[in-house]
């Protein structure tokens, strides 16, 4: 199914790992006393915003986001932000990784599913007209720029929020002054002409990252499904080629010269994303050239300053 997620591990990984800070034991120890849990307070910064209908809509009109739309919410945790969404008039489907925030939202009336954000199939996916999380930074990195095509092939796009006082602290604790979330959507903007925005009420940042237009949604719509079909079908460290891609039974993208297309702009997006990371021009070349473009778990190889054939 087009959009469907590239899952190279079970869907039970982040269950079974050590995360005692998300837990909901956790959670109701800093609620009966805020200095009693040994994790930073940034875990548990949802339970103390007030998500106030008037600021949210006010910060949702200036993005030009409506509220009569369905929104998928990843990283759902406790349900304040989900909920708040709701409030305003959103259809909400709400996902987490941890059983126990899933049952506490349909204890509360929401649609849940336990899905982590890279494994939303795309049955859910297809229904949502918007993709929203506070604070879940963790969807949002190298492994995962076919996860953030599919999320902007959304019509409203990806809208992430955060406090100030959580970017103060991840400033502190690991020592940047300069990285910002906005930084990972830059190679999108520069590919897709996705559009980036931020709006500010108080501590309270809303951050729009969307399809500027019809065209640019078509492009990323076409080279996620080239991404997810190379993922699938080529083995690790393919070189891959416009005749490769032709091979694959069942491609939709039609004609060759689109594909061609597809793998330049992919390419495009990976070397950006190493410039955003600080590579330099040698380094790019050599990772683009040698380790090649990572897809999932898979690595695969393009001919970088050449003509991909």
């Known amino acids: 199914m087009l959009l469907d997620p590239i899952l190279d591990e079970p869907s039970s990984e982040f269950e079974n790992s050590q995360n005692e ?11 009966a006393r805020k200095n009693s849990t040994k994790y930073e307070s940034r875990h548990y910064r949802q339970l103390e915003i007030h998500f106030g209908p008037r600021r949210m809509r006010a910060l949702l009109r200036r993005l030009q986001i409506p509220t009569e739309v369905t929104v998928l919410v990843i990283g759902g945790y406790t349900g304040h932000f989900a909920r708040a969404l709701q409030n305003l008039g959103m259809r909400v489907i709400f996902t987490d990784p941890l059983r126990e925030w899933v049952s506490e939202a349909r204890k509360s009336g929401l649609e849940a599913h336990q899905f982590r954000a890279q494994g939303i199939p795309g049955r859910l996916l297809e229904r949502a007209q918007l993709i929203a999380t506070f604070e879940c930074y963790y969807s949002f990195n190298i492994l995962n720029l076919y996860n ?7 019509d409203y ?4 929020v955060e406090s100030e006082s959580t970017r103060r602290d991840i400033r502190r604790d690991f020592r940047s002054q300069s990285a910002e979330l906005t930084d990972f959507f830059l190679p ?9 925005a931020t709006r500010k009420n108080d501590d309270l940042l809303f951050h729009h990252y969307h399809a500027s237009n019809l065209r640019s949604r078509q492009r990323i719509l076409i080279d996620a499904e080239v991404m997810k079909a190379v993922h699938d079908n080529l083995p690790t460290k393919s070189t ?8 694959i039974p069942n491609i939709a993208i039609p004609g060759k010269a689109s594909l061609a297309q597809s793998l330049k702009r992919i390419r495009e997006l990976y070397r950006l994303d190493l410039v955003e990371r600080g590579f330099d021009r040698q380094e790019i070349r050599e990772e683009l050239s040698e380790e090649g473009v990572l897809i999932g778990s898979k690595t695969f190889l393009f001919e970088y300053g050449r003509r991909t054939k």
Not at 240 to 247: A, E, K, N, Q
């Open 148 to 154: 953030a095509l599919r999320f902007l092939s959304r």
């Open 240 to 247: 891959i080629t416009t005749d490769s891609l032709l091979s």
């Open 188 to 196: 999108f903007e520069t590919v897709y002409s996705v559009a980036i």
């Open 21 to 31: 800070k998300y837990r909901k034991k956790t959670v109701n120890q800093y609620l």
């Open 157 to 160: 796009g990806i809208l992430f």
